[in-house]
């Protein structure tokens, strides 16, 4: 990879060029960009990608897979976001373009480890799944074929001379006549998994494949190369993250909170003390609601949980003196003596505001940080109880927050599958008594905003539209709001010759 400080250009290409380009809405990305982008651009398109993936994971565990719910969310999704979707739709260049290039962005991010490895590989594989599943039929052959798969749909004179032994042989056309279903003829090997389960007709060679069979065979095969080409790319990160620009990005950006920034609030000093007992049970995350429980039953919490609840009602409105009331009244019930408090704990609390220190003012944690950094320790009360509970615990949990037992068994069904947030938003959706709370849930700030919005029949105090920011400052970029604003600053002039990426995706690196 290079950085040069000439000129930032982008390819121009004419009509036909572009066209040829990026034939289709979706592709094997097989071949990695060589375009130039700036430093700036680099980012943004990894942030977007992130976006999409990850409602690409909250719609596949929220929505059953290919209805037409889950279809029309995703497209939205899709469009929002500005990525390709769509075949024979005007001006496709763009989009098709932002989905080439940040697939690549994130290949680097997301090839560090194998956990990160097999959610990316799923999320792109169901993004995969829907796009061709949108795919003109017209289209198919093209796309298989820039694919690189030797997947060939037989004529109507072989198919019909064929009906009967692959109608017989494929329980996906069970009970119908071929008609204008598409048969595939490919080679054996391609099709071991339908062979294993006696699915498939098999003839001198080659398996006959119905069409609604072949989308299991193209998304392994999409996996295998994809994970492949992560394996490579791993073994060439450490030249990658010699740069010093792109490292930060790199390392953070697999578990950074891309959503609203909840450290400006526009109804600071609105919640009063009275108030946080009411809603800590009404409109508080569980995170939150034990963190408020275990402060005032024990009248203490460790450094871990101050910060993440500190920061939390930091986010909700309480002011700097707010705080440091709430605090001060609630140590002293546990004999604290007021001038230990004010010697050792008062400073921490306008730390956090940005008061003393580097004057950081420090934003609330989101999901991601609570779910994936500092796991709390016996005795402590921090984190996230979907993610670092005991499953029975959280269950005795969910009963006394009167959760129906079928919501329990819900809930602890998505916790069992990984889908921590998930796990969250379902909960919002029972304790308030909605079908679907349309949002998903990235904040524990975000759950309360929510919250207050359906109790207050959406009269909640309005926040400024604010850029997506990272959650916490990183030691290079204290100062600034957002990671562009960082980037920029170090050079707004210089650009990434993406070129340089072919060596970290290839064999030969």
């Known amino acids: 990879m290079e950085f040069s400080g000439r000129k930032w250009r982008k390819l121009r290409l004419a009509g036909d060029q572009r066209n040829a380009s990026y034939p289709h809405c979706l592709q094997f990305y097989l071949q990695p960009p060589s375009e130039n982008i700036s430093l700036i651009e680099f980012e943004n398109l990894a942030i977007d990608r992130v976006k999409l993936l990850k409602s690409v994971e909250n719609l596949g565990v929220s929505y059953v897979k290919g209805t037409e719910q889950y279809q029309s969310k995703l497209e939205s999704e899709l469009r929002k976001l500005k990525f390709s979707y769509r075949e024979n739709l005007e001006d496709e260049y763009e989009p098709r373009r932002r989905d080439h290039i940040s697939h690549f962005i994130l290949r680097l991010a997301y090839c560090q480890s194998e956990e990160l490895r097999r959610w990316f590989i799923q999320q792109e594989m169901d993004l995969l799944r829907f796009r061709f599943s949108i795919l003109p039929k017209d289209k198919i052959q093209d796309f298989l074929k820039d694919s690189q798969l030797q997947f060939e749909a037989i004529s109507d004179e072989?198919?019909?001379?064929?009906?009967?032994?692959?109608?017989?042989?494929?329980?996906?056309?069970?009970?119908?006549?071929?008609?204008?279903?598409?048969?595939?003829?490919?080679?054996?090997?391609?099709?071991?998994?339908?062979?294993?389960?006696?699915?498939?007709?098999?003839?001198?060679?080659?398996?006959?494949?119905?069409?609604?069979?072949?989308?299991?065979?193209?998304?392994?095969?999409?996996?295998?190369?994809?994970?492949?080409?992560?394996?490579?790319?791993?073994?060439?990160?450490?030249?990658?993250q010699s740069d010093e620009r792109l490292q930060p990005l790199l390392n953070h950006l697999s578990h950074s909170y891309t959503g609203q920034d909840y450290s400006t609030q526009g109804n600071v000093g609105k919640i009063s003390l009275d108030q946080i007992d009411l809603l800590s049970t009404k409109s508080f995350p569980p995170c939150m609601r034990q963190l408020h429980k275990a402060l005032r039953e024990n009248h203490h919490l460790r450094h871990g949980g101050r910060m993440q609840y500190g920061l939390f009602l930091k986010g909700i409105g309480l002011t700097l003196e707010q705080a440091l009331q709430f605090w001060k009244q609630e140590f002293i019930k546990g004999k604290m003596d007021p001038d230990k408090f004010d010697k050792g704990y008062s400073y921490n609390i306008r730390h956090s505001f940005g008061k003393e220190?580097?004057?950081?003012?420090?934003?609330?944690?989101?999901?991601?940080?609570?779910?994936?950094?500092?796991?709390?320790?016996?005795?402590?009360?921090?984190?996230?109880?979907?993610?670092?509970?005991?499953?029975?615990?959280?269950?005795?949990?969910?009963?006394?927050?009167?959760?129906?037992?079928?919501?329990?068994?819900?809930?602890?069904?998505?916790?069992?599958?990984?889908?921590?947030?998930?796990?969250?938003?379902?909960?919002?959706?029972?304790?308030?008594?909605?079908?679907?709370?349309?949002?998903?849930l990235n904040h524990p700030n975000q759950f309360f905003c929510e919250s207050q919005r359906i109790l207050n029949g959406g009269k909640d105090i309005k926040k400024e539209p604010i850029q997506p920011e990272t959650p916490q400052p990183k030691p290079s970029v204290q100062k600034t709001k957002d990671a562009s604003s960082a980037l920029a600053s170090l050079n707004s002039s210089l650009e990434m010759d993406m070129e340089g990426l072919e060596d970290y995706f290839s064999e030969d690196s």
Do not use: W
């Open 357 to 440: 220190g580097k004057r950081t003012d420090y934003t609330p944690f989101s999901c991601l940080k609570i779910i994936l950094s500092n796991p709390p320790s016996q005795g402590d009360y921090h984190g996230c109880p979907f993610r670092h509970s005991d499953p029975e615990l959280l269950k005795q949990k969910l009963q006394s927050y009167k959760i129906s037992p079928g919501g329990i068994s819900q809930i602890l069904d998505l916790v069992k599958g990984t889908h921590y947030q998930v796990a969250c938003q379902k909960y919002f959706e029972m304790i308030h008594n909605v079908d679907d709370c349309g949002f998903s």
């Open 158 to 240: 072989e198919k019909t001379l064929r009906e009967q032994e692959i109608v017989a042989s494929s329980p996906s056309l069970s009970g119908l006549k071929l008609g204008f279903e598409s048969i595939y003829k490919i080679p054996f090997a391609d099709a071991l998994d339908l062979f294993r389960g006696r699915k498939v007709y098999l003839e001198d060679g080659f398996a006959y494949v119905p069409l609604k069979d072949i989308v299991a065979i193209i998304l392994n095969e999409f996996r295998a190369k994809l994970s492949k080409a992560l394996a490579l790319t791993a073994r060439s990160l450490p030249a990658v």
